[in-house]
């Protein structure tokens, strides 16, 4: 793998770290809200996704990954859940007393359920699979299909959406000096808002022509 190669991983790497979907906007309240380390752990769980849908993109059948990644129910499914989702994340109303816990007690945060969350968000999106399989089937041929290359190619992918992730991740940090019970409960409102919209855009994505 060239330098030229090296350059266009980073910056697809680079780009793909602002592609706006749910997994963003979480990703931004969370670090407003929870703190950078609880922002890195939901970041982590996100990867994991993405890391795995390269996994099945690569050694899944191509005939089967791209049946699947056009079904409809899937599109549906996944849909439907973020729209579940969003509904509960809007008609929650925490006291304030718990949002001022939320904001100011870093201790009590449980790492492993934020992992897992952002890995079911970024997992449930059929769209991320499309994604990466096509990625992998305009990219691979360039690459002369060499298993070692590709695997450097889009580990530097990865590795520069993380990173890239992490910046977003401090400067947002920078906000929760302005966080008051208020603003905490309407940036949560705003999102359940966003998650109903991202998973209705979801579930007719299956059934409109392509």
Do not use: C
Not at 107 to 136: R, S
Not at 147 to 165: A, G, N, Q
Not at 190 to 204: D, H
């Amino acid at each position: 793998m060239d330098l030229y190669d090296i350059k266009n991983a980073v910056l697809l790497g680079f780009f793909l770290s602002f592609m706006i979907g749910p997994v963003f906007f979480m990703l931004i309240q969370t670090s407003i809200v929870k703190g950078v380390k609880a922002a890195i752990a939901f970041n982590f769980g996100v990867i994991l996704g993405d890391v795995t849908f390269l996994f099945i993109a690569y050694f899944g059948s191509r005939h089967l990954l791209e049946k699947i990644k056009d079904d409809p129910r899937l599109f549906f499914i996944g849909g439907f859940i973020l729209v579940v989702y969003g509904i509960i994340t809007y008609l929650d109303k925490p006291n304030k007393q718990e949002i001022e816990k939320s904001i100011n007690f870093q201790a009590n945060i449980n790492y492993f359920k934020l992992t897992l969350k952002g890995f079911f968000l970024n997992f449930i999106n059929i769209g991320v699979l499309a994604f990466w399989l096509g990625l992998i089937v305009v990219i691979g041929p360039t690459l002369d299909m060499n298993p070692v290359t590709i695997s450097y190619y889009f580990t530097i992918i990865i590795v520069s959406y993380f990173i890239t992730d992490i910046g977003k991740i401090i400067l947002a940090k920078q906000l929760k000096s302005k966080m008051t019970p208020l603003v905490v409960y309407r940036i949560k409102r705003m999102m359940g808002v966003l998650l109903i919209v991202f998973g209705i855009g979801l579930m007719l994505r299956g059934f409109l022509p392509k």
